[in-house]
């Protein structure tokens, strides 16, 4: 039968039977709160319930360095601060949500009340109280006394908090309550937090209210135990874990670290914050590095809170080559972005007497009308340095300053910063160190002639330090490019494009007797393309042929007129830019005069979930552009043959490849790559080949083989 506590004469007592529910929740449980971002933040007695202010820090707290990005111009972008989300300065909560004196709801097969005075609920008990569920087999609550006894299997748990970090499950075999229903004793009690760990113990008792939890005879653990393996590929075991609400910390007394069953550390104790504390000062995971140069070592990360908006980690490095490095990591967020910086001074063997480091900042913040300022800065000793402290395999470094607007239809950029070279053969003088970029770019949709519009303004600097002529030289660029293409569905499913653009620069060239001073050009550029995708469809398998022709043509190029290529060395060719108007990646080189991008694609789509792709493709041209190298995989009148080929499987197997040949099928680049990931496992191999080519200053062919493997334990 259903039982409903009301309230009334008698709502003291029904509202202690209620809180035998808040008894066994642990501490956890109750000590934060989910905002509807998805946000875990701390829960405050507020003087209005019906009002809330945000609370909870800002910054991530532990220490998981990303991978950082690396750039074409052989820079890596420093690792910029995860923020937590804005929220806004007032949250409305549920203003019916149950109080702290509210009723509890209780569901049992049979509930009396003896001449003693006892309520005794018995058969499939279950109660409702403030969210939370509790099951047991019989409870027993003694209005003289004020104590309960709980009799199992008991299950507490609260559904609305299930997914979630908050996720508590309590198991216990049997209770027993004190009058004040928050202190007693729990036997065989196993506790789950998060779906992620698990600690059984013998027993739990509570004292101080509720504040004070004690396990005794614990084994915590956040891996799979079942009846057919019982043993866990690690654990903790620990005469007893104490945990004070209070001060939000776990104390551990004589723990005992086991692998696969085998103890391999052990401490006389251990102090950590329990699951409600985001950011607390302490110790990190240690971290582990072994290499060829400085022999084993370890890195103790200590953590330093600074309020809930910064934060400072201090990280003393020792390793078998005696090495003495110091690490610091400074984070602090503000209310319209964040800041980084990370640095280190080192005192090895590998540089006798030589005091080495390195300092890499960064930060980004919103302006007003969505623009996002942000900065970085850059400086080490040498990249042996970063490479033997495993900090960055940049080559080049770069500290400056950017400004940028990315909306749907209109995007601003700019930056102006320095480079500095670490690489042995470029000397910092001859290379242009001070360079300034601006871009301004709009599209829409014209009135009368449809299709779709572009228009595109840049701008780009810059200076070498060296007064010397042509190796010094310093240079300053402005371009305007505007687009204009259409596409029409004709008859018999073909798609035809058309597409007209122009190009325009004006140059100014200092300090190289080789080039005028100033030089002006335009470069119109027209195209049509046909497409014609066919598609079939036989027992659940999809198979895509689409061949591609497009023309183009541009006037041929004065090259009296030419101008430094500073922008435009490395030239790629491949299945992305096959059906490109110009394959250069800058502004400086341009294709030109008359040709012909023809190409072909076949796609089969598999029901099981795997797919496999071909892309074959060349250019033809009327005439030889100077831009390009005769010998160069896309020089002459026709270029290499293009081949490529993918894989994507539904066990998290890719395979793709790509080749260029000439028509003796004599190789002048391959590259082929392979990745698997599965959630335990990523592994990821590549290999390339390249062909000398003086133009991309590489004198010798090429062989590369890289592999890289990752597994989680």
Avoid at 98 to 118: E, H, I
Avoid at 336 to 360: C, K, P, S
Avoid at 568 to 581: H, I, P
Wanted: charged content about 25%.
């Amino acid at each position: 039968m259903a039982h409903q506590i009301r309230r009334g004469k008698r709502r003291g007592k029904t509202t202690a039977r209620a809180a035998i529910l808040a008894a066994l929740l642990p501490t956890a449980a109750f000590a934060q709160s989910l905002s509807s971002e998805g946000q875990t933040l701390p829960a405050y007695d507020a003087p209005d319930p019906f009002l809330q202010l945000p609370r909870g820090p800002a910054l991530a707290p532990t220490e998981n360095p990303d991978a950082t990005a690396r750039y074409a111009d052989g820079t890596e972008a420093a690792h910029i601060t995860d923020v937590a989300a804005r929220r806004s300065s007032v949250r409305i909560t549920d203003s019916g949500a149950p109080s702290q004196g509210s009723p509890a709801t209780l569901l049992a097969d049979q509930v009396t009340l003896d001449a003693d005075n006892r309520l005794t609920a018995s058969g499939a008990v279950v109660i409702w109280h403030q969210g939370a569920r509790l099951v047991a087999s019989r409870v027993i609550y003694d209005n003289e006394t004020g104590g309960a006894v709980i009799e199992g299997p008991i299950h507490l748990t609260e559904p609305g908090r299930t997914g979630t970090p908050d996720e508590t499950i309590l198991i216990a075999d049997s209770a027993q309550l004190e009058p004040n229903l928050q202190d007693g004793i729990l036997q065989g009690a196993r506790l789950v937090l998060a779906r992620e760990l698990q600690m059984a113990a013998r027993q739990m008792q509570r004292s101080d209210n509720g504040n004070i939890t004690r396990l005794d005879n614990v084994v915590a653990s956040s891996c799979q135990v079942c009846a057919e393996d019982p043993i866990p590929l690690w654990e903790i075991r620990a005469r007893a874990i104490t945990h004070d609400a209070r001060k939000q910390q776990l104390h551990f007394d004589h723990p005992q670290l086991r692998a696969f069953g085998v103890p391999v550390a052990a401490l006389p104790w251990l102090t950590a914050p329990d699951p409600t504390v985001d950011r607390m000062t302490g110790f990190l995971q240690p971290q582990f590095r072994t290499t060829s140069s400085l022999g084993f070592g370890i890195k103790l990360p200590y953590f330093v809170t600074l309020g809930d908006h910064a934060d400072i980690t201090i990280t003393p490095y020792v390793s078998a080559s005696r090495t003495r490095t110091l690490e610091l990591r400074y984070r602090q967020a503000f209310s319209n972005g964040a800041m980084e910086w990370n640095g280190a001074v080192t005192r090895d063997d590998i540089e006798q007497g030589e005091t080495r480091g390195y300092l890499f900042g960064a930060g980004r913040f919103e302006l007003p009308r969505g623009y996002m300022l942000g900065f970085q800065i850059q400086t080490a000793t040498n990249r042996a340095y970063l490479l033997d402290y495993d900090i960055s395999d940049a080559d080049r470094l770069w500290s400056g300053v950017t400004l940028d607007r990315v909306g749907r239809e209109r995007m601003v950029m700019a930056r102006v910063g320095k480079y500095e070279s670490l690489r042995e053969e470029e000397p910092n003088d001859t290379s242009p160190s001070l360079v300034a970029d601006a871009l301004w770019k709009r599209r829409w949709t014209p009135d009368r002639i449809g299709g779709l519009a572009s228009l595109e303004w840049s701008l780009h600097a810059h200076r070498r330090s060296s007064d010397e002529d042509i190796l010094g030289r310093d240079m300053a660029r402005g371009s305007v490019l505007l687009d204009w293409r259409r596409s029409e569905i004709l008859a018999g499913g073909l798609l035809g494009t058309f597409q007209a653009q122009v190009n325009a620069d004006i140059y100014r060239i200092n300090q190289d007797s080789e080039y005028d001073d100033w030089v002006a050009r335009a470069d119109p550029a027209l195209a049509v393309e046909l497409r014609w995708p066919l598609a079939r469809h036989s027992g659940g398998v999809t198979h895509i042929i689409e061949p591609v022709a497009q023309l183009i043509w541009s006037p041929e190029r004065d090259y009296d007129d030419e101008v430094p290529n500073e922008d435009s060395y490395l030239l790629e060719f491949d299945e992305g830019n096959l059906f490109s108007l110009n394959r250069f990646s800058g502004w400086d080189a341009r294709e030109s005069g008359l040709r012909a991008n023809l190409g072909l694609g076949w796609t089969r789509i598999d029901p099981a979930g795997w797919s496999i792709g071909l892309t074959a493709g060349r250019v033809l041209r009327s005439h030889r552009d100077k831009a390009f190298a005769d010998n160069g995989p896309i020089g002459g009148k026709s270029s290499d043959w293009l081949l490529a080929a993918h894989y994507s499987g539904s066990n998290g197997l890719a395979i793709a490849n790509r080749a260029l040949f000439d028509d003796s099928f004599s190789l002048s680049r391959n590259e082929f790559r392979l990745g698997w990931y599965q959630p335990w496992l990523q592994v990821s191999a590549g290999y390339l080949w390249l062909d000398s080519d003086l133009r991309e200053d590489r004198l010798e062919d090429v062989s590369e083989l890289t592999t890289l493997a990752g597994w989680q334990i």
